[in-house]
């Protein structure tokens, strides 16, 4: 455990930041307010989940890549090397996926249910707003695995000093 407290950090810290930003915009007090909140949010949502929902895909195939790679080279690399290329692959898995729940989310007609309580758009904006920050706070520390196992990768294959 560790060895990955650099990604987990990472992870909590956006979080936390995610956290700050909520919040500072403050409390949401009626139904239309939320429903601003709502649109403003899911335009930069679509973005920003196809984006890490487009990075995530490149991540997995790169994964597999380099699999192939270590697999063919000379050097004998450790368990641990294998042991982060998994972790890559399930925080891009994460990532992905929830990338994809949050699209599906924000491509609902917000404005059109009239029949909702007006606490349900607050609601739903504190669990989108929630999804998009756990969304980037996923592939924040998948970034961080990833340079921590081309370290280790670059270490091994390097000749002559430790990189």
Same mark, same amino acid.
């Given at each position: 455990?560790?060895?990955?407290?650099?990604?987990t950090?990472?992870?909590?810290a956006?979080?936390?930041i995610?956290?700050?930003?909520?919040?500072?915009i403050?409390?949401? #007090?009626?139904? !239309?307010?939320?429903?601003v909140?709502?649109?403003?949010?899911s335009? !930069?949502?679509?973005y920003?989940?196809s984006?890490?929902?487009?990075?995530?895909?490149?991540?997995?195939?790169?994964?597999?890549?380099?699999?192939?790679?270590?697999r063919?080279?000379?050097?004998?690399?450790?368990?641990?090397?294998?042991?982060?290329?998994?972790?890559?692959g399930k925080?891009?898995?994460?990532?992905?996926?929830?990338?994809l729940?949050?699209l599906?989310?924000?491509?609902?007609?917000?404005?059109?249910?009239?029949?909702?309580?007006?606490?349900w #758009?607050?609601?739903l904006?504190d669990?989108?707003?929630?999804?998009?920050?756990l969304m980037?706070?996923?592939?924040?520390?998948?970034?961080?695995?990833?340079?921590?196992?081309l370290?280790?990768?670059m !270490?091994?294959?390097?000749?002559?000093?430790?990189?």
């Open positions: 455990m560790r060895k990955y407290i650099w990604p950090l990472t992870f909590v956006i979080c936390l995610g956290w700050g930003a909520r919040t500072a403050g409390t949401v #007090y009626g139904a !239309a307010e939320a429903e909140l709502l649109e403003a949010l335009r !930069a949502g679509l920003l989940g984006a890490i929902a487009t990075a995530s895909s490149t991540i997995l195939a790169l994964m597999l890549t380099l699999i192939g790679m270590i063919r080279m000379d050097a004998e690399f450790d368990a641990e090397v294998y042991r982060s290329i998994n972790l890559i925080l891009a898995t994460a990532s992905l996926m929830m990338s729940i949050v599906l989310a924000f491509v609902l007609p917000i404005g059109e249910f009239e029949e909702m309580p007006s606490r #758009y607050s609601v904006y669990v989108l707003f929630a999804g998009s920050v980037v706070a996923l592939i924040a520390a998948t970034v961080v695995v990833i340079y921590r196992t370290q280790q990768v !270490a091994e294959i390097t000749p002559g000093d430790k990189v």
